[in-house]
């Protein structure tokens, strides 16, 4: 029996296929969600995974998931702990977090990871499942533009409390503005909930972002009603009940709690250089872009286009049509992520401390934009320079990423011809593969021939990508042992614990403090610091910057030390010190 015209032209018509059958068309957005998010957000982190990667890096890292271990050890959930003392910095909700994941998992330094890695795995659901229901038609491109974009990538791989503030602070805000669109109470509660969670994780700038947001946002529609409309008692109680008890509890055991948090680490870190992260106002544009790597040059244009949107819808407002009766002109969304996005890097941008990771809540704003304008340009189609800029910026990360182990071997030298080439055959790759799939197929491929490169970047670095012909990238899984060797202090540690009993003492002259935390983390034992405590009368073993080697003499008078090895990758010097006489 032969096959009827109809079923004929569906089985070559993919797109008609799915245009029949919506609930197929909705798994497989839903799968390839699952799969790419997943992808970019957790592989080269778990074991099972491709991980683990990248040992833990700078001194936020070991510092945080040193405190959790503590924690955990003693069962306290009210003071965070670090070598015994209360660390009164932040407020609780990475620790208590990390302590879970410790105890599910042990302590590693991917399991310290998880926290943010699956709050930005959560993020990234929700943006798809608000924009698919509010804004339908861009929500698989949102969601994976903000997967996909190097801040989510980078921070969702941090031991830090940057992602336990972003991803919170922004599932409140999209819960708002659900709730100023359906005027439902049900959307009230995430703005409460979360931002409750957001305040957990960094304390008041939570709740202060999203009133000058909000307040920012009424002033521009004129729609005063709607602050005093937002005031929801039961939200004001939830989020009074999950942010209180800890507040209170860690204040009454430790009475200078509110001098060190609220004072210190809270007003004198934004109106003083105190902490040392003094950058120029412009700091966090660059940033920005970075951030939102490789999608920076559509989420510009995306901005630019509903910036112009705001101004007309303004415009209209001001004008003879003006509200009649609860008639809201236009569509409000665009100014309010316009505005959601531009708060949190202003106000960074007036403190005195500037921190890349403080600025994160503003990416998810800018991904929705960018994901919401190409939407609406698959009708219209980019503009070829833009499209271009698009897929050379896309071109040249990826080269970035191939020369990038042969510049932590050689930072001080170019890389050979040979990787040149490799790297400019890469780029030039990546941009004809974009160029070729969006003209062949139509705007609605960008994003998977964005990611395509992205995902062969990511396994190239976490040990499964493509041979190159040349030394350094024989064995992939070398690649993310250089930047290890390079950043983090896993593999010293990992030397020393050969050669020094767990109860040893370990001691560090002149080193970075992220090498100092680090050791100290991977030992679970604290690194002595001679410039901070002096020199241990025991034996020990030293780490010392090469450059300060001469400076050792004066200090260890009477003293025989003898080099052990040397750990250039970080241009360090180990010496065993004996005991003082």
């Known amino acids: 029996m032969g096959i009827s015209p109809r079923i004929k032209a569906l089985s070559y018509s993919p797109n008609r296929l799915l245009a029949r059958f919506p609930a197929m068309e909705t798994v497989l957005e839903v799968a390839t969600l699952f799969i790419l998010a997943a992808f970019f957000l957790f592989y080269g982190l778990v074991p099972i995974f491709g991980g683990p990667g990248i040992g833990l890096v700078g001194a936020d890292e070991p510092r945080y998931a040193q405190i959790a271990r503590e924690m955990l050890a003693r069962r306290d959930y009210i003071t965070p702990i670090l070598w015994g003392k209360p660390w009164l910095e932040k407020p609780a909700l990475y620790y208590w977090r990390a302590m879970f994941s410790f105890r599910e998992f042990g302590v590693h330094d991917w399991s310290a990871r998880l926290p943010s890695a699956t709050f930005a795995f959560i993020l990234v659901t929700l943006i798809y499942l608000h924009i698919r229901r509010f804004r339908r038609g861009g929500q698989l491109d949102a969601a994976l533009i903000t997967a996909s974009c190097a801040g989510i990538i980078a921070f969702a791989r941090g031991a830090s409390t940057d992602m336990q503030l972003a991803a919170p602070f922004c599932i409140g805000m999209l819960g708002w503005y659900a709730w100023y669109e359906t005027d439902s109470k049900f959307w009230l509660f995430d703005l409460y909930f979360f931002v409750g969670a957001a305040t957990l994780a960094k304390g008041p700038v939570a709740p202060f972002l999203a009133m000058v947001i909000i307040v920012a946002f009424a002033a521009l529609r004129r729609e005063w009603a709607i602050l005093r409309r937002t005031i929801w008692w039961p939200g004001v109680a939830l989020y009074l009940a999950m942010v209180l008890p800890w507040f209170i509890a860690v204040q009454h055991r430790n009475p200078n709690f509110l001098k060190i948090f609220f004072l210190e680490h809270n007003l004198e870190r934004f109106a003083t250089s105190r902490f040392q992260h003094e950058h120029e106002f412009w700091f966090y544009f660059p940033i920005v872009l970075l951030a939102l790597t490789p999608w920076a040059v559509i989420a510009i244009a995306a901005f630019i286009d509903a910036v112009r949107q705001s101004i007309a819808e303004w415009k209209a407002r001001r004008a003879k049509y003006h509200y009649m009766g609860n008639f809201r002109p236009g569509d409000a969304f665009p100014e309010f992520l316009v505005l959601w996005a531009l708060v949190p890097?202003?106000?960074?941008?007036?403190?005195?401390?500037?921190?890349?990771?403080?600025?994160?809540?503003?990416?998810?704003?800018?991904?929705?934009?960018?994901?919401?304008?190409?939407?609406?340009?698959?009708?219209?189609?980019?503009?070829?320079?833009?499209?271009?800029?698009?897929?050379?910026?896309?071109?040249?990360?990826?080269?970035?990423v191939v020369l990038l182990p042969l510049h932590l071997q050689r930072p001080e030298a170019l890389p050979p011809f040979n990787a040149m080439l490799a790297g400019g055959m890469t780029a030039f790759a990546a941009t004809i593969f974009i160029l070729i799939t969006v003209y062949r197929f139509g705007l609605k491929r960008l994003r998977i021939a964005t990611m395509a490169p992205m995902v062969i970047m990511l396994l190239f670095l976490f040990g499964i990508g493509p041979f190159f012909g040349i030394h350094a990238f024989a064995n992939t899984k070398r690649n993310i042992a250089l930047i290890d060797l390079t950043y983090s202090a896993r593999p010293l540690a990992q030397i020393l614990a050969q050669i020094t009993p767990p109860d040893g003492t370990v001691a560090v002259f002149q080193v970075r403090r992220d090498l100092e935390f680090g050791l100290s983390f991977y030992r679970d034992s604290r690194v002595v610091n001679y410039d901070k405590d002096g020199v241990p009368r025991q034996q020990h073993i030293l780490v010392v910057r090469e450059s300060y080697i001469d400076q050792l003499r004066p200090l260890l008078q009477g003293r025989t030390y003898e080099p052990l090895f040397t750990y250039p990758a970080q241009n360090l010097v180990v010496y065993t010190v004996s005991a003082s006489q």
């Open 345 to 400: 890097i202003i106000f960074f941008s007036l403190s005195e401390s500037k921190l890349p990771g403080y600025i994160l809540p503003s990416i998810p704003p800018l991904t929705i934009l960018t994901g919401d304008y190409l939407n609406r340009m698959r009708e219209r189609g980019l503009k070829p320079w833009l499209l271009i800029a698009h897929a050379l910026l896309t071109g040249v990360l990826t080269a970035f």
